[in-house]
Each structure stands twice: as C-alpha cells, then as structure tokens.
C-alpha cells in the first residue's frame, strides 16, 4: 500500500502507482520456496502478504503510514527501530521508495529481506554504485507480468500487465552473484488487463446523455453503448 516519505498523503493525492494490493499467489509462492521464520511488514496496507503468509501459519508484525487498515501510523523510513525480534522482511513497498524501504531494511541486520520489485530495477546505475544488491541471493522472476491495481482478493488471481516484475531476496550471509528463478505464476494470471472502475465509469457519463448530438450520432453512440454492454 501507498506512503510518502515524513509525511503523511491523503489518499487521494497519491500516485496511482502507491496504491496497490499484492496478489495473495505471489507471497505463497515465496512462503514455499524461502525460509521465512517471523516476518515484518513496514508497508502492509491492506494486510494482503500477512494474511497471504498466515495460510502457511507464518506470523508477521506489520505496519503501515495508513491507519485505515492498523489502526495506527507508522512511516517506517522515518522512524526508530522496531523493538520486535523477527527474521525476515516481507513486503512490497511503493515502486518510487523501493531504494529507501531496502537501505532502511538493512540496517536491521536481520536474516532476509524480501521485497517485490520491478526487473527494471537491474538498470539502474546508482544501484550498483551503492551497493544495494550486495547480499541479493535470489531474483524469482514471475513468468506473467503482474498489474499490481488488481482489486483486493484473497483467491490469488490477478490481472497481467506490463511490467516484469519479481521478488527480490537478500540473505545477510550471501556473498557472490545472485540466483535467478522463473516462478510459475500462470495458474493465477486469469483476469485478463485490468480496466479500472473509474475509467469505466467516465466511460457511462460520457455516453449516458446524448441530447446535443445530432440525430445520426446520437444512433451511433447508444448502438455502441448496446454493442458494449453485450
């Protein structure tokens, strides 16, 4: 779920990109292939990797700049240390503040980070310039490419998009190159593209009222409204 970096947005005024839920299929698929123990999640929004991670009786502190789903507030790049002993962090942080959740995250020193990032990520110059993927062990590299807009659903389904994506996994024992894997994610990827409600909705106002029209466009527009509807 979405944040901003010392202070707190409304919702509304946040990049559509900080908002999202991560599709419950993902963290199964680390739960199964990764060592997790006590996990930590300092963006977990809408709870949907704790609730994902409960389904494999992994127990998990969270906490989120948004008290809708907490019930406090907690910006975790501007904040002291947790007092909790956990093992892992599990999370998906907002794309534009990825670098920042992974340097705070490390200053944990704890036994692994998981973080869901984009594969455009490699790219980067000052990445490798800071070190950040020092300790990277794992890239599991999902073999659809997720739209993390998907509604909230706990069933595992997502819609496909157009970024390539994959959960990134540093262990503070690691040293060397990472391994890189192609997770099986087929059996979720059958929602199709996403189309957004809101879109749709601007898509009735629009056709809803054709009163100033002329009359061979007003038969135009209501048969492909009919069209569309099926």
Not at 24 to 50: H, Q, R
Not at 117 to 124: E, H, P
Request: charged share 30%; glycine share 4%; proline share 4%.
């Amino acid at each position: 779920m979405g944040k901003s970096h010392k202070t707190v947005m409304k919702k509304e005024d946040r990049p559509e990109n900080n908002l999202y839920h991560t599709p419950f299929s993902l963290t199964w698929l680390l739960a199964e292939n990764i060592n997790i123990g006590k996990a930590y999640d300092p963006a977990c929004g809408s709870l949907a990797i704790v609730k994902a991670l409960n389904k494999y009786h992994i127990s998990s502190y969270y906490d989120d700049i948004d008290s809708e789903y907490v019930g406090s507030q907690k910006d975790f790049l501007d904040s002291e240390k947790i007092s909790h002993k956990f093992d892992s962090f599990v999370m998906n942080p907002p794309f534009d503040l990825w670098n920042s959740f992974i340097i705070k995250a490390k200053e944990y020193n704890v036994e692994r980070i998981c973080s869901i990032g984009q594969m455009d990520y490699w790219s980067t110059f000052d990445r490798y310039d800071t070190n950040l993927f020092r300790g990277l062990k794992y890239v599991l590299v999902f073999n659809r490419k997720v739209d993390y807009r998907t509604t909230y659903r706990e069933d595992g389904l997502f819609c496909v998009g157009a970024m390539a994506s994959a959960w990134f996994v540093w262990e503070r024992s690691h040293f060397g190159p990472p391994q890189i894997i192609h997770m099986n994610v087929q059996p979720w990827a059958k929602l199709g593209p996403y189309k957004a409600e809101k879109d749709q909705l601007k898509f009735e106002d629009k056709t809803k009222d054709v009163s100033e029209y002329s009359d061979d466009l007003k038969t135009f527009v209501k048969e492909t409204e009919k069209f569309l509807k099926g």
